[in-house]
């Protein structure tokens, strides 16, 4: 797969040819154009308007929009602004259709208005004359956005708040004071030397909704599926669509055991479709289901790659592989500890690792490579106590927009590496920095305007501050982030930048660092960029990722079709840890998060699921209880001895982890190292220099075995990549859930005690005597009268194939 490469010079542009620009970016046109995005189920708040931007909708490189009326929520499109204004019917929740046309092609938007739960707080404050605010993940976490009020005076404050459903972590705040709720008795670590109150939120209806399950089947003109119901079938609607159109409805048949969708009128062409089919109860939509289409029947192994059959591997350029020590030159600074420093991986040692087959033999197809550009040669201090050196080796720091780091090696040896990954199916994804530069950087140097200033009004400094001044902080005093809101010139510039690297060296798309702290509009420009002045023959759509710790619905603000196709599903993964690091952690959190996941980024997710990063504590070190998630993870990676891993058990609680990621709904993202269980505490100990081969203990050599026995599996069986989801049975320390798809079903147990256990499951009459088949061992299990009976060692997993 090779791109042509054509190096062309980085411009920006006047403020006022930008606002032309961003003005096209979303504008309405009499051209129309064939839609290529797919649009997908819009959800939108009861009782309230929600106006957003057409291009967040689909793409198109021009708009001449008609919208049909609907009786469910009215419509004000705005042709000069390409804006959308949904306002829902008083009283009205569920799924509703719109129908609109984009020049002559007819297309429908599917709208789901969210049925909402009250949840009342109270906090009895004994102090006078102060503020008292609720804050948690359902907010992002601000401190002063959701007032508290005692209106009777008698020292009870109290708030009401709508929430989805899902678990809540939340404290009060009293004046200066932040506290979990003395009066809830849950409560989880906060990582932070302190606790957070939880809340489990579900509403009552939740029960009423059908779900759609695959029923596998070799017969290529139908779809079957199941119908997890407790209403009666004739209050069940069923509909489908292929692409962005309603699909016949004379197509669809309901009975009491399964429905039938017959593929006679799909697109038989070549090229890829998409059908998705959902059921409703009384408007209430349930699980979406999609299904790949190529010549009018489903897609099975053989097909093109999507990117839902991704398994990304983030590694760290400088930590990874040593491929040329000619370029090797670490900083020289007195107090400037060897962890922080640079140790020698390159572009040459990662396509050395390529050429070898690590890759391919551990079963991964996507890179994501951290950030190449030149980075400053200097040690700089940090601003926090206790004020230690760090040089730029993670390459976050960078000083130049078009130089890749010398250390790493040079832009043909990147270009190299690019082409290198192609020739043996791997896919590319350059981590981009788009927040910030270093001081020393000419944008910076050059434009000052560009940028905001650390000082604020009231004398404190803007450095870190996260939430309060989100789009504005600096991560430190050297790091100027560039103010984009103000600067239309930054804007057109870095996107300009982004765009360069990706025309200039043919890589497959992006790991956005920092994404919650650059504005919307950044992301809407530099993605019209893409889809509209991208090679279109390059063989696959670019996909990016973005990475954002706050609540659900601000991660899934910047995932849509004008922005970006995914963020990491960073609080599923922030539950996982801690409930396998706490010996009572409840594997029911764990399902009611991935079931809130589903429902807020859609069934065919392509959100990236972690067990670790370069930004947390390895998951090793957690499991082995060499640190907590209540100790600083930093100071610990400074102390000696480093720690290490002494307990088998820990690698079979990693294991059970793997089997996890390569399971569940999303896309599985894997930190390098962890393959085969690899410790170490906060930045910079948990980037220690990869390690292959020789340098591997047995039981690493074990690890990685299984770790790549998993992924040959999810690799093998597309269920595990595109299929439904459906939970068979949660406890405490055990969880069985199934995937499938039109071609397999797959039923997957996980137990996290160190005890045997068994479980017996009632499951679906359309399982009724099934055999079950490890994939993993060599165990059996039959279906008899609804039911199977697993068994399963103490901190152990199993994929079953039924048969």
């Known amino acids: 797969m090779n791109f042509v490469v054509n190096r062309k010079p980085i411009l920006f542009l006047t403020a006022g040819l930008l606002l032309g620009l961003l003005l096209f970016s979303c504008s309405s046109t009499r051209q129309s154009y064939q839609t290529k995005d797919l649009i997908e189920f819009l959800t939108i708040d009861p009782g309230q308007s929600t106006t957003l931007p057409v291009c967040d909708i689909f793409f198109a490189k021009s708009y001449n929009l008609k919208f049909k009326s609907n009786n469910n929520i009215a419509l004000n499109y705005s042709s000069i602004a390409n804006e959308l204004k949904l306002t829902p019917a008083d009283g009205f929740t569920g799924l509703s259709y719109i129908h609109f046309r984009n020049g002559n092609e007819a297309m429908i938007l599917p709208v ?36 508290m009020t005692d209106d009777d005076g008698d020292g009870i404050f109290t708030q009401s708040v709508f929430l989805d459903d899902g678990i809540y972590e939340y404290q009060f705040v009293i004046g200066k004071r932040e506290i979990y709720d003395p009066e809830n008795p849950v409560k989880v670590d906060n990582g932070f030397g302190y606790f957070n109150s939880l809340r489990h939120v579900q509403s009552a209806n939740r029960d009423s909704i059908p779900k759609l399950y695959f029923l596998p089947n070799h017969d290529n003109t139908t779809i079957r599926l199941a119908v997890d119901r407790k209403s009666e079938i004739n209050d069940i609607t069923v509909t489908a669509l292929i692409d962005n159109e309603l699909y016949p409805q004379e197509n669809i048949q309901i009975d009491d055991h399964e429905i039938i969708v017959d593929l006679n009128q799909a697109n038989r062409n070549s090229e890829t479709s998409t059908m998705r089919i959902v059921s409703t109860y009384k408007n209430l939509p349930g699980n979406v289901l999609t299904v790949w289409l190529k010549n009018g029947q489903p897609v099975t192994n053989k097909v093109t790659f999507q990117w839902q059959d991704a398994i990304i591997y983030s590694l760290m350029i400088d930590r990874f592989a040593n491929g040329d020590q000619k370029n090797d030159r670490p900083i020289d600074h007195p107090e400037l500890n060897r962890r922080a420093n640079f140790q020698g991986g390159d572009f040459a040692g990662i396509t050395g690792k390529i050429e070898s087959g690590y890759f391919n033999d551990i079963g991964v197809n996507t890179l994501w490579i951290s950030p190449v550009n030149k980075t400053t040669d200097k040690a700089w201090q940090e601003w926090p106590e206790p004020y230690r050196y760090y040089s730029g080796y993670h390459g976050y720091w960078p000083v130049s927009p078009d130089e890749t780091e010398p250390r790493f090696g040079t832009m043909d040896e990147f ?73 239309a010139n930054a804007v057109e510039a870095m996107t300009n930048n982004a765009f360069w690297w990706m025309n200039e060296t043919g890589i497959d798309g992006f790991r956005h660092d920092a994404t919650k702290h650059v504005p919307y509009s950044f992301w809407r420009s530099l993605t019209l960029k893409i889809k509209s002045e991208a090679d279109p023959n390059r063989p696959l759509a670019s996909y990016q990722i973005g990475e954002t710790f706050g609540g659900d619905d601000l991660i899934k603000s910047y995932v849509n079709n004008g922005m970006l196709e995914s963020q990491f599903n960073a609080n599923q993964y922030f539950i996982l840890r801690r409930l ?92 390098y190292g962890d393959e085969f269980g690899m410790t170490g505490a906060s930045d910079p100990d948990n980037r220690r220099m990869m390690r292959f081969d020789d340098d591997l203990s047995e039981f690493e050599t074990k690890q990685l075995e299984a770790f790549t026995q998993l992924t040959n599996l999810r690799n093998k069986y597309s269920c595990l990549r595109r299929g439904d989801y459906l939970n068979l049975y949660t406890d405490t320390n055990m969880m069985v859930y199934s995937r499938g798809d039109t071609q397999n079903r797959l039923i997957i147990l996980i137990n996290k005690s160190e005890n045997p256990n068994e479980v017996s499951i009632c499951l679906p009459a359309w399982l009724e005597g099934r055999t079950l088949e490890s994939l993993i061992g060599n165990k059996q299990y039959r279906i008899s009268d609804k039911k199977v009976t697993l068994r399963t060692p103490g901190l152990a997993y199993d994929v079953l194939l039924v048969r």
Request: glycine share 6%; net charge negative.
């Open 112 to 147: 789901i208005v969210k049925s909402k739960t009250e949840v009342i707080f109270q906090c009895a404050v004994d102090e006078p004359d102060v503020n008292v605010f609720v804050m948690g993940n359902f907010n992002n976490w601000s401190r002063n956005s959701t007032p």
């Open 415 to 487: 270009i190299k590496l690019v082409e290198t990954a192609h020739r043996y199916d791997l896919k590319i994804l350059l981590d981009f920095v788009s927040n910030h530069v270093h001081i020393e950087h000419p944008y910076y140097q050059e434009h000052r305007d560009w940028f905001g200033t650390y000082d604020l009004p009231d004398g404190t400094q803007n450095i870190r501050r996260w939430d309060e001044y989100r789009l504005t902080t600096w991560f430190d005093t050297f790091l100027a982030s560039f103010d984009y809101e103000n600067s």
């Open 580 to 671: 396998f690091t706490d010996p009572n952690g409840d594997l029911s959190e764990l399902k009611i998060a991935i079931d809130k996941a589903l429902e807020v980024y859609g069934y065919n997710n392509l959100m990236g699921n972690i067990i670790g990063s370069h930004d947390q504590i390895r998951i090793m070190g957690l499991l082995e209880g060499d640190i907590t998630l209540a100790e600083n993870g930093v100071e610990r990676a400074f102390r000696e001895p480093a720690i290490e891993v002494n307990e088998y058990s820990t690698y079979l609680k990693e294991q059970i982890l793997f089997c996890y990621l390569m399971t569940v709904p999303g896309v599985p993202i894997v930190f």
